[in-house]
């Protein structure tokens, strides 16, 4: 057998936040704020909350071949 590393419920959760915070990162440089409408940032921020939330689907589950 090989080794396994020791990994904490607080690793995991530390992990998540640079994960989250990299997303959060790669989503202003893909839609620059700016050159939003408010519509168009209610509905991102919608979107991001639901992403958190869980609640997306994703896309390789829904397309179609």
Do not use: C, Q
């Amino acid at each position: 057998m090989g080794e396994y590393e020791t990994v904490t419920l607080n690793d995991i959760y530390k992990e998540l936040k640079y994960i989250h915070k990299k997303v959060d990162e790669l989503e202003h440089i893909m839609i620059p704020i700016e050159k939003m409408t408010e519509e168009d940032k209610n509905d991102l921020d919608e979107a991001v909350k639901e992403y958190k939330a869980g609640k997306t689907v994703k896309f390789r589950d829904i397309k179609k071949d």
